[in-house]
């Protein structure tokens, strides 16, 4: 993710902060002002923003921590404006191992919110009468700062166990379904739950707050996404390789000139190339990006410009493995092997084109002429 600020790293998960978290910061300075507040008033506020992500990043740590335990890595958390995302490798797909995974982040707001209900007279605030309290909460100092701070976990709990996705409730909520039935319908009806609280969330944004706007945005299309998701893996399920990849491929040389390859992709289709030596042995690999890069040097060698740093997918991979190491690699193209021998390659392109066909064979289902 571009413009972020990089914090550090905890048990090897990289920390980040997106750069719209100033936007946020910013808002919460403005709306002080507007309340006519000072610069004392506006540091407590700020200062509460910053502690309560914190909080929010143990949550996202629960979350990584408790998926290690499974054997899932986390690449990085990044902070936004409306909340953490820790970018898991993979969701677990047995739902007794999503259930605790999903809870362990709400879980760690919960003994957070323990440990300052332990310090807090929350009971005695809230036998306050209305001025008393208003006077109390408009005043800056640590009571009332904890006191925010408690208020504000018990919402991250609250929020989160709402039993539509994104939200960890909406994993909760398909882990448990998934006892009962399929992760595809499970997912499915967490999915229509979270798009239609993103709708309700729309509403109140249009009429009350315009950040709610944001993150009825969210919650819309991260219940899309997950969805789609869930459907193309359940879908792509058991299908090798060898049923996706390009097996017509143009195999280029290093001794090959930038004309030549230019020539080759206006006389087909083809974008990316295995290059090869003259055993046919996978030397490198040529992007479509590089070519367009140096197109306008002719004379060039593709051995100047080729890739010599490359991952080969085995003929009876899966092809969910491929979609996994598109993702984790940021490649699209892949030479495919057998026994060590160059046999084909394929793409995210074949793949999203394997993916369509099959998709309208399970909705139509096979003809017969």
Known sequence: MKGVLKLGSVSGIKIEVHWTFTLLLLWVVFLDVRRGGNLQTALFNLAII???????????????MTAKRYHIDTKKITLLPIGGVASLDKM??????????????????????ILLYLLVPVQSYFSMDMETLEQFLYTPSLKTFLFYLFIANVMLVVFNLIPAFPMDGGRVLRALLTFKMGRVKATAIAASLGQGLAV????????????????????FFGAYGENIMVKQESLLKGHKVKEAMLTNI???????????????????????????NDE??????????DIIKHAHKSS????????????????????????????????????????RKLVGAIDMSNISEFILLKSNVASNGPSHV
């Open 200 to 219: 309700f969330f729309l509403i109140l944004g249009l009429l009350l707050n315009p950040f709610l706007i944001l993150i009825a945005f969210f919650i």
């Open 250 to 276: 143009t195999m280029l040389h290093p001794a090959d000139n930038m004309q030549e390859v230019i020539e080759v992709i206006l006389a087909g289709s083809e974008k990316d190339f295995v290059i090869v």
């Open 50 to 64: 910053l502690v309560l992500f914190l909080c929010v990043l143990l949550h996202e740590l629960g979350h990584a």
């Open 92 to 113: 677990p797909e047995k739902p007794r191992q999503e259930l605790f995974v999903a809870l362990a982040g709400p879980a760690v707001n919960v003994v957070i919110a």
């Open 300 to 339: 060039l060698l593709v051995k100047e410009v080729m890739q010599t740093t490359f991952k080969t997918i085995d003929i009876s991979s899966e092809i969910q493995e491929v979609i996994d190491l598109i993702s984790k690699e940021k490649k699209n193209f892949f030479p495919v092997i057998k026994k």
């Open 280 to 289: 046919e042995h996978i030397v490198g690999i040529l992007y479509y990006k």
